[in-house]
């Protein structure tokens, strides 16, 4: 009997022992191990693949081309092996599938996705002038100049 390493993994599924069921054990540590999937297949690999279910004791792995599926197909015992020593799960072979890989979001997106669009203050102005003949409701007409000015900052002129 080999000696085992005590690492993140083995702690978290000592954890879930008592408190969860095993099929909800089983799906947290597969999510661990999609997070830390490069640290089983290395860098290159994990791009092109993800874990994404446990089915009776096959891991079941999608890779983008067939050519990844196949070199996750000749690493499948290491797989299995790494799988079972390091995060506890009865993982006896894995079952390769080509699809569309998830992007992990990286730091420039998310970047993207938070950054406020806000208007310069004198576009506001200038906008303002235009539609405040044509509505009466002051309120109204300032909206509508915040959205001309937003719309212009985000989209240009057209």
């Not at 102005?125 to 044509?134: C, F, G, I, M, T």
Request: net charge positive; hydrophobic share 40%.
């Amino acid at each position: 009997m080999g000696v085992r390493r005590h690492n993140q993994a083995n702690s978290i599924a000592s954890l879930l022992e008592g408190t969860f069921s095993r099929v909800a054990k089983e799906r947290i540590l597969l999510a661990h191990l999609a997070k830390r999937w490069g640290d089983v297949v290395g860098e290159g690999i994990a791009k092109r693949s993800q874990p994404y279910s446990l089915e009776e004791t096959m891991l079941c792995i999608r890779a983008d081309s067939p050519a990844a599926a196949q070199r996750i197909s000749m690493m499948g015992a290491c797989i299995a092996r790494k799988v079972r020593e390091e995060w506890d799960l009865p993982v006896s072979g894995v079952r390769v599938v080509v699809g569309h890989i998830s992007s992990k979001s990286t730091q420039k997106s998310i970047e993207r996705q938070r950054r406020i669009i806000t208007p310069a203050p004198n576009d506001i102005a200038k906008n303002l002038d235009r539609v405040r003949e044509r509505v009466g409701d002051p309120d109204v007409a300032l909206s509508l100049a915040r959205l001309m000015a937003l719309w212009t900052r985000r989209f240009g002129k057209k």
